[in-house]
C-alpha cells in the first residue's frame, strides 16, 4: 500500500526517549499491560506492541523504550529514525532529567524536520509531587515554546498514561487529515490548470 509509512495505515511508531530511571520502562508497562513494574534499567531497547481503537481508525502502537544509559545513547539513533513520535521522559523530582529531555530534544531536531516528529514532552511520577523538582509549569512553558504536546504522569498509579497515548494518536491523525486536504486541494488545483476552467 502506497505511504505505508504514514498514518491512519494504522501503524504508528513511537519511541520512549529520556534519562535512565525515569520511568520509561515503567509507562510502556502500564500502558500496554494496564500493570505497575518497577523494572531494571533497560539494556538497548524494548519493543511493545499495542491496539487503539478509534471512531477513524485503529492504531497499531509500536512502542521502541531506550536505554537512558549514557553508553547506549548512540544506538538510540537506529531506534527513532522511522518512528512517527518521540516521548520525552523526565522525572518531575529529579531536574537533571529534565535538562537532558532538552538534550534528547536537539537530537531530534537534528534528525527531523519539525513536521516529520510528533513530539510530547512528559514529566513522569507525579505519584512523588511531595519531591517535586521540576515544576508543571516549567514542563509547560518548556512545551509550549517547542511546540510539544505536554503531559504529566504516573506509570504508578496510572495517572494519565492512557491519556498520553491517546493524545498522540489524536494528534497524528488530525496532522494526516490536514496533509490529506492539502493533498486535494492541490490535485484539484492541478486539474484545474490542466482543463483550464472547473466549469462547464
Same mark, same amino acid.
Given at each position: ?82 518512528? +512517527?513520535?518521540? *516521548? /520525552?521522559?523526565? #522525572?518531575?523530582?529529579?531536574?537533571? =532529567?529534565?535538562? @537532558? ?80 486536504? +492539502?493533498?486535494? *486541494? /492541490?490535485?484539484? #488545483?492541478?486539474?484545474?490548470?490542466? =482543463?483550464?476552467? @472547473?466549469?462547464?
Amino acid at each position: 500500500q502506497e505511504g505505508s509509512h504514514r498514518l491512519p495505515s494504522s501503524q504508528c511508531m513511537v519511541v520512549l526517549l529520556g534519562s535512565t530511571s525515569v520511568g520509561k520502562s515503567s509507562l510502556a508497562y502500564r500502558y500496554v499491560k494496564n500493570d505497575f513494574r518497577d523494572s531494571l534499567p533497560t539494556v538497548g531497547c524494548s519493543f511493545f506492541t499495542q491496539m487503539l481503537n478509534l471512531e477513524v481508525a485503529s492504531i497499531k502502537f509500536e512502542i521502541w523504550d531506550t536505554a537512558g544509559q549514557e553508553k547506549y545513547h548512540s544506538v538510540c539513533h537506529l531506534y527513532y529514525r522511522g518512528a +512517527h513520535a518521540a *516521548l /520525552l521522559v523526565y #522525572d518531575i523530582t529529579n531536574k537533571e =532529567t529534565f535538562n @537532558r529531555a532538552k538534550l534528547w530534544l536537539r537530537d531530534l531536531e537534528k534528525e527531523f524536520l519539525p513536521d516529520e516528529i510528533l513530539i510530547a514532552l512528559v514529566g513522569n511520577k507525579t505519584d512523588l509531587a511531595g519531591e517535586r523538582e521540576v515544576a508543571t509549569e516549567e514542563g509547560e512553558e518548556f512545551a509550549r515554546t517547542k511546540g510539544l504536546l505536554f503531559m504529566e504522569t504516573s506509570a504508578k498509579s496510572s495517572h494519565q498514561v492512557n491519556d498520553t497515548f491517546m493524545a498522540i494518536a489524536q494528534e497524528l491523525l488530525q496532522r494526516e487529515r490536514e496533509e490529506a486536504s +492539502h493533498h486535494g *486541494l /492541490l490535485t484539484a #488545483d492541478l486539474e484545474e490548470s490542466r =482543463t483550464g476552467t @472547473r466549469c462547464c
